[in-house]
């Protein structure tokens, strides 16, 4: 029995089609359709998922199971998705929404477990860590300009937009915005129509000049670090891949020239 059960929960592809059984059953709770196989299937998936980690434990101890980081996050998401095992026995009227609602949110997380079974996750995940690390200045660099023109328009602009810029908060997400090219003439429009027209030009051509230093080139500057550190990891596969085939080449072309050298004595060898 017990040989069963590992050989069924230890089993990825049984796994994988119970993550995605109870991932279209949550999709069809969350769309209002509440019907009590739903909920048995719901309930058994939650159960399944508990027992693979308790099987996971026995099998491989459990320090070794918490060491994983793939194994440390699916024990998580079971251990949160665990109250939705009493949540259909519990009187919901006695209970705050906001609690119910952190149950719903605990079993739908649960549907994060299928990024283990991407393919190249490992790899996806070391190149974003590594894409986040090189680039980490100029995010910096990035947000502090954001903050620096969100006060600067907060000051400016407070007075004549306030839905914009009335307050430090407010403004740098307007700013934020601009730099993304979200309603960029919109803000400028704004507060245009609320100026005298030289302010509304000069408003215009200011938020233009924005738009194009940090919501062009500065997202094109930040995209092209961000994904130049994502595929380092092939680029040095590559160069691996070109520094061995050049040591064949030398290797192969210093045995062609010893060759060359010993058919030139034997050739001395046979005129002697």
């Known amino acids: ?84 095992l009493v949540v259909p026995f519990m009187d919901i009227n006695t209970f705050n929404f906001s609690v119910i609602l952190t149950f719903r949110l605990m079993r739908v997380i649960r549907f994060l477990r299928v990024f283990h079974f991407f393919p190249n996750v490992a790899q996806i995940g070391a190149g974003l860590r590594r894409a986040l690390r090189d680039s980490g200045v100029v995010l910096i660099g990035f947000a502090v300009m954001l903050v620096l023109f969100g006060l600067i328009n907060c000051s400016l602009y407070r007075e004549v937009s306030e839905e914009y810029f009335g307050t430090p908060i407010r403004s740098i997400y307007s700013v934020f915005r601009v730099f993304t090219v979200e309603g960029w003439y919109e803000i400028p429009d704004a507060v245009a129509a609320a100026t005298t027209p030289l302010v509304g ?30 595929v380092a990891d092939n680029n040095d596969d590559v160069k691996e891949q070109l520094d061995r085939i050049e040591k064949q080449q030398e290797r192969i072309a210093k045995q062609m020239e010893e060759l060359r050298e010993m058919m030139r004595t034997k050739e001395k060898d046979t005129d002697v």
């Open 1 to 84: 029995m017990r040989r069963l059960l590992d050989k069924t929960l230890l089993n990825e592809h049984f796994i994988l089609v119970v993550i995605l059984i109870n991932s279209v059953v949550i999709f069809v709770q969350e769309s209002g359709v509440n019907h009590p196989v739903l909920l048995g299937v719901d309930m058994a998936c939650t159960v399944i998922f508990l027992l693979e980690m308790i099987c996971k434990q026995v099998r491989y101890g459990l320090r070794k199971y918490w060491r994983d980081g793939w194994d440390r996050m699916d024990g998580c998401l079971v251990l949160l998705s665990l109250p939705s």
């Open 201 to 230: 030009r000069l408003t215009r051509l200011y938020f233009c000049l924005l738009l194009c230093c940090f919501g062009i080139l500065g997202l094109s500057f930040i995209n092209s670090v961000f994904v130049d550190a994502m």
